[in-house]
């Protein structure tokens, strides 16, 4: 159950059209509390849906906005790069990582009556929770987006999306600390730079620290059911108008199907994104093989990883506890006790296999952190 909140509002104190209380953010001065925050040596294994071992130097879990700038002006005094964890569903760790990881505890939710279509949630908030707690509660839209893994802070960091609908639709501000200027930001969507699993955070992973989300969502059913499997899906359930509620019972439905869950099998979902080609490029691929799967994008087209992944012959293939899962070859699975650069050596043979069939290059989805604290987003 996610309890809407009524404080921690970041409009000013005095601001007529609200009621709610205000708790101003100002620099934390007593540091030797913060260092007290921090534990040493804190493993992440259990913290991380692929299962890679990882040992953090410096860990700080906080639901305090003012205690986690002050963890980060900690870190940057001791020259330690930060990592931001949510629930680890798009994270490829290190074994030992010399860095100050920070995990955003703060739930809940607001909701002001001057604006009823804009929910403003806390990030450390579970994403699926949220997104079924919302539609219970009458806001529409984030139904396709049910059953992601992750929290509500990582959400627009990869503009998560799925079934014909990502999340910058939804999004109408995000409220984060800059941790190169130590300062508070509300970014309006325009400024977020959403495209395909990508964003301004996602493009500066270890820059922005997301603290809350703010959704613009209706309160009038707007339902979204014509992405393919989803459509299929309802029509096998004799739904020809369907409702939120029935979408979102489609979706969870076609995922568990498809999709291994991480508690039992360790994975972080789509391990490439889907490569877009140009026109020409998918012409010529096409001719030699016919049974390509594809869709429109703009003017180029978006080709399926997994069905190359497939033709390319690794669905199902193992090699040092990785495989690429066999029902879903868009999916790599640490099957026993994988490290990291196992993990890695696998997906880089996939790469280059695809890439001499199809001429296409594969991009990591998930975020590559190295052992010296360091991001790298694809
Ligand atoms: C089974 C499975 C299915 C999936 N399906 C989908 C899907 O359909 N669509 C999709 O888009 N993704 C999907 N994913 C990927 C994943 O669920 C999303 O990327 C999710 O948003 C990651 O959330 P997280 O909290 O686990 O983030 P983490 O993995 O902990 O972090 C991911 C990145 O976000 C950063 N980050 C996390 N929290 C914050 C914050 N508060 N502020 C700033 N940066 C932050 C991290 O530093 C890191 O760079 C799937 C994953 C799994 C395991």
Redesign the pocket.
């Known amino acids: 159950m996610i309890w809407p909140l009524f404080v921690n509002c970041w409009v000013p104190a005095n601001d007529p059209r609200t009621g709610c209380t205000v708790r101003l953010h100002g620099p934390v001065n007593d540091r030797s509390k913060i260092r007290n925050k921090i534990r040493n040596d804190v493993d992440l294994g259990s ?4 299962g890679l071992p990882c040992i953090a130097d410096y860990f700080c879990a906080s639901a305090d906005e003012d205690e986690l700038a002050g963890a980060i002006a900690w870190a940057r005094e001791n020259k330690l790069p930060v ?9 490829v760790l290190p074994a030992r990582l010399n860095a100050l990881v920070l995990q ?1 505890t703060m739930t809940g939710y607001v909701v002001r009556s001057a604006e009823p279509d804009i929910v403003d949630v806390a ?2 908030n579970d ?1 699926h929770q949220l997104v079924t707690e919302l539609l219970a509660a009458g806001w529409y839209g984030l139904e396709n ?1 049910a ?9 627009p ?7 014909g609908v ?2 910058e639709r939804f999004v109408h501000s995000v409220r ?1 600390f800059d941790m190169h200027t130590l300062r508070w930001l509300d970014m309006p969507r325009a400024d977020c730079e959403f495209r395909y ?1 990508h964003s301004i ?2 493009q500066h ?2 820059r ?4 809350r989300v703010r959704l613009r969502l209706s309160r009038r059913m707007q339902v979204n059911d014509t992405y393919g499997a989803l459509r299929e899906e309802l029509e096998r359930r004799g739904i020809g108008q369907a409702s939120a509620t029935q979408v979102y019972d489609a979706v969870v439905h076609i ?1 568990r199907q498809k ?4 508690r039992l099998e360790a ?4 391990f490439f994104k889907n490569p877009v080609v140009s026109q020409l490029h998918y012409e010529l691929l096409r001719q030699q093989y016919p049974g390509l799967v594809a869709y429109p994008q703009g003017a180029d087209v978006k080709l399926a990883a997994g069905w190359l992944i497939e033709q390319a012959g690794f669905k199902g293939k193992s090699s040092n506890g990785v495989c690429m899962h066999p029902r879903q070859a868009l ?1 790599l699975v640490n099957q026993s006790g994988a490290s990291a650069s196992d993990v890695l050596a696998y997906a880089d043979s996939v790469v280059a296999k695809v890439e001499s069939l199809f001429g296409v290059v594969l991009q990591r ?3 590559l ?1 190295s052992s010296d604290g360091f ?1 790298s ?1 694809a």
Do not use: H
């Open positions: 913290k991380n849906t692929l990592l931001v964890l949510g629930e680890g569903s798009n994270l955003l990030a450390g994403w987006l059953l992601i893994p992750g929290t509500v802070g990582a959400a960091v990869q503009n998560i999306g799925a079934y990502e999340i984060v699993r955070f996602r992973p270890q922005f620290m997301i603290t995922r999709l291994p869950d991480p994975n972080v979902g789509s999916v989805e998930p975020v952190v991001c987003a």
